[in-house]
């Protein structure tokens, strides 16, 4: 099973809302992810948790706080978003970092998130 | 720093042409490399790695072979169906590495 599952699939909120994404793997992964992709573009690393530590921060604003509360689950706390934080936002899992060779990563379907 | 340079799209092909989408990338040591899938409205799919020299991944009917002499990891497919319309990212990890690095994406479109 290689199924990383996310919750909303959709997502309209306002720039005063504060909102929550959630991810779930049961792989075992020790490795969880969070990217934003705009239309047409690739996905931006957001956030890396390993072993439910944040690991890497790629100098996200604060109005996104993630959260890793154990080893299966990860959610992204949204609170006061600008229009252009619309896009979707995947999360993904994979073996531990620090190991070699063919760590991939396993996406999840993306929550779309429209923010008026 | 580590990068993956893809060919640009859109691509259109009619049905059961082949396929070639070129990737090349700039890497230190032995990178991982990966093609990845999305399908529109959805998220990214693992299509095949390869995770050290000369190894060919293949799934669907996909292959890319993983060249360190032209540090290309090029994807074919040698009869696309209308199915196959997607838009399609070359990625490469670095050997100790944790964070992958995307291409620019293809766009394909297939004819029916």
């Known amino acids: 099973d290689t199924e990383v599952t996310q919750t909303p699939k959709h997502l309209v909120m306002g720039m005063t809302n504060k909102k929550s994404l959630k991810c779930e793997q049961h792989m075992g992964h020790r490795a969880m992810y969070w990217y934003k992709q705009k239309a047409k573009k690739p996905p931006e690393l957001m956030f890396v948790?390993?072993?439910?530590?944040?690991?890497i921060n790629e100098s996200v604003p604060s109005r996104f706080s993630p959260e890793c509360p154990n080893s299966s689950l990860l959610n992204l706390h949204l609170h006061a978003l600008q229009p252009e934080d619309s896009a979707l936002y995947l999360c993904?899992?994979?073996?531990?970092?620090?190991?070699?060779?063919?760590?991939?990563?396993?996406f999840g379907p993306g929550t779309r998130l429209l923010v008026l | 720093g580590n990068s993956v340079t893809q060919m640009e799209g859109p691509v259109t092909l009619s049905e059961e042409a082949f396929l070639t989408i070129n990737c090349t990338y700039t890497?230190?040591?032995?990178?991982?490399l990966f093609w990845y899938v999305q399908y529109p409205g959805e998220g990214l799919q693992l299509l095949l790695k390869a995770t050290k020299a000369d190894d060919k991944g293949s799934n669907k009917g996909f292959e890319a072979t993983y060249r360190k002499e032209t540090t290309s990891f090029h994807l074919e497919k040698g009869s696309v169906q209308v199915s196959d319309s997607a838009v399609y990212f070359c990625a490469l990890e670095g050997e100790y590495g944790n964070k992958l690095v995307f291409g620019a994406g293809t766009i394909l479109r297939v004819k029916s």
């Open positions: 993904a899992s994979s073996h531990p970092l620090r190991q070699r060779g063919g760590k991939t990563q396993y």
């Open positions: 948790y390993s072993y439910e530590k944040l690991s």
């Open positions: 890497a230190t040591g032995y990178p991982s």
